[in-house]
């Protein structure tokens, strides 16, 4: 569905995209992760044929996006990072200009709308004019727009940039719902939006795809080692106790909490429950046993610290080899 | 999946749409009426105390003088205009609509081209009762007017099609508003250079001059086909150049 082959893109003197080679097949959902300046906003802007590669072909259903950026942009929604609003509109206008704008005619418009207002959730605020409206509303009506004509693929960029806790949990949702009918391409910087809505993660660093896969498939790349933390109750001889069957697992001390002494271990994350058992077993009273870190946010660190990608252990590709 | 079936995009119905939109937006902000006032009270105040002044003139003498002063209005009008046709929404965002829409730059200059100039060409028009007072209390013909008006409205699509072009490159409206004026102002001030320039580059430094030098013909009711091919010209450049813009842009 979308193809980059050796796209690069450069800035006066500055490389912002190497050699970016992606593949999005239809009804994925992918995540499009990476640090500030990773080069998110540019791959999206240049997926939505708003830029131009300086080398490299881009392919969206076979179309190449420089030749024909007409047909390419027919079949994509964008919502850029600040929503391409006109705030003297109402949103039901609004929308109907963006639908009419992509070639739609008043009969599949009056179709359409009340569909989009429902699936954004803006009925309420349908007559309402976009400058009275919230920051969350007003992405909202970003998504509405970027959908409303239908189109095969989304391009969402930072789509919950701004937005509150509760304004976040309903925008989780809504990109859920339009999972089914787009293939979805979002980008952020917050791996709990990734984990909690794509099915396959781009980790971009510098310009580059540094990390791609499923969760479980970067998480097999970790090896499987992870932090937890560990409280027990019983003071400083309960501690090196918890601490000395720990190593016996094959875990490693990585400090304690300053306030409550609990203790910072780096491990297999499989051998958790293994750990658990020996601290009750050896009758220390265990109060929590917590795992610091998500693996998707060990491998985005490694990323982000330009560390090259850990390969994958060759169990992982060994199951894959044979699931496939 | 559910997602479309492509549809159909014919690009000159969505320049359409970006001319309404457009259009319908100078009357749902103060700034379209607040530029239409302007005008028609600078046109009554020139009529009234330039144009007819204090000592007896020949009816014909007073429509020259009032078509000169209004075409530099409409010059001024169209400057002021001209900040909205791209800068303003490249300072919020909202041109992302139209360049993420399957149509071309070329619609997206001509809906937005279009639409400013209908505007223009109501707030000129809407003079027409100035002139109309000569016509009923003295003795000037239709065409002196109509030659008159005409100039203007050429005048008007000139100047904004050189507008729309600084508003491609500027950042910020207010960059544009000020490097549209400072443009169009030298190149008026070209007819005076012309006086003072020996050769024959004489005339052409002064055939810069929209009004100046190329409005004349119009306010004495002639039309002059190389007066008219200057705005004309000027409009196609300015257009042509605009669309060169931003499709540059996506290279940059």
């Known amino acids: ?93 609004y929308l109907r200009f963006a639908g009419k704008l992509r070639g739609m005619d008043a009969a599949r418009l009056k179709r359409r709308l009340p569909e989009v207002l429902d699936q954004t959730g803006l009925e309420d605020v349908a007559e309402q004019r976009i400058s009275t409206l919230s920051h969350g509303y007003r992405q909202r009506v970003g998504i509405a727009q970027a959908v409303v004509h239908e189109p095969a693929i989304l391009i969402l960029d930072e789509p919950i940039n701004g937005l509150d806790p509760v304004q976040i949990v309903e925008m989780r949702e809504m990109i859920r719902r339009l999972r089914g009918a787009h293939t979805i391409l979002l980008s952020t910087h917050i791996l709990t939006e990734i984990e909690q809505t794509c099915d396959r993660i781009l980790m971009l660093h510098d310009g580059r795809i540094a990390a791609e896969g499923t969760e479980q498939e ?40 300053a306030q409550t002494g609990a203790l910072d271990l780096e491990g297999d994350a499989a051998g958790h429950p293994a750990l658990a058992r020996a601290l009750i077993e050896a009758g220390l009273e265990l109060a929590r046993l917590e795992p610091r870190s998500s693996d998707l946010e060990e491998i985005f660190l490694q990323v982000s610290r330009g560390d090259p990608p850990v390969e994958a252990p060759e169990s992982a590709t060994d199951a894959k080899e044979v699931s496939s | 999946m559910s997602a479309a079936t492509a549809l159909h995009v014919s690009p000159w119905r969505s320049c359409l749409q970006v001319y309404l939109r457009d259009l319908k937006s100078y009357f749902r902000t103060p700034s379209g009426y607040l530029i239409w006032a302007v005008s028609l009270l600078l046109d009554g105040l020139l009529f009234n105390s330039v144009a007819i002044g204090e000592g007896r003139r020949l009816s014909t003498d007073v429509l020259q003088i009032y078509l000169f002063n209004a075409a ?13 046709l791209l800068a303003e929404e490249r300072a919020t965002g909202a041109q992302l609509l139209l360049f993420t829409s399957p149509l071309g730059e070329a619609q997206i200059v001509l809906g937005r081209f279009f639409a400013a100039f209908s505007l223009l060409a109501l ?42 072009f600084v508003s491609a490159l500027s950042p910020r409206p207010f960059v544009a508003v000020l490097a549209t004026a400072a443009l169009v102002g030298s190149m008026e001030l070209c007819y005076f250079v012309g006086r003072i320039t020996d050769g024959s580059a004489a005339s052409f430094v002064a055939g810069l001059a929209p009004v100046w030098q190329h409005y004349q013909s119009f306010r004495r009711g002639l039309l002059d086909l190389g007066d008219l091919a200057f705005f004309l010209t000027l409009t196609y450049l300015g257009l042509l150049a605009s669309m060169r813009v931003l499709a540059g842009a996506r290279r940059r």
């Open chain 1, 1 to 93: 569905m979308i193809r980059t082959t050796h796209v690069f893109k450069q800035y006066a003197d500055r490389e912002v995209i190497r050699d970016l080679d992606l593949h999005i097949e239809q009804g994925e959902c992918v995540g499009l992760l990476g640090e500030n300046g990773a080069g998110k906003t540019t791959t999206l802007r240049m997926l939505a044929c708003l830029l131009l590669p300086s080398a490299g072909s881009i392919r969206v259903n076979g179309v190449d996006a420089e030749e024909h950026p007409e047909q390419v942009r027919a079949e994509l929604g964008y919502l850029p990072d600040t929503p391409p609003l006109y705030d003297e509109m109402s949103v039901g206008e």
């Open chain 1, 218 to 257: 970067l998480s097999s790349r970790l090896g499987g080692r992870g932090f937890v933390r560990v409280e027990v109750r019983g003071g400083d001889e309960a501690r090196a106790k918890a601490l000395a069957l720990a190593e016996g697992l094959g875990f490693s001390a990585h400090g304690a909490h």
């Open chain 2, 72 to 84: 530099f209005v409409v010059e001024a009008a169209a400057v002021v205009l001209s900040m909205r």
């Open chain 2, 123 to 164: 707030i000129t028009l809407s003079s027409l009762y100035l002139p109309a007072l000569i016509f009923v209390h003295g003795k000037v013909s239709f065409g002196h007017i109509a030659a008159g008006y005409l100039g203007m409205l050429l005048v008007a699509s000139s100047i904004l099609s050189v507008g729309m």
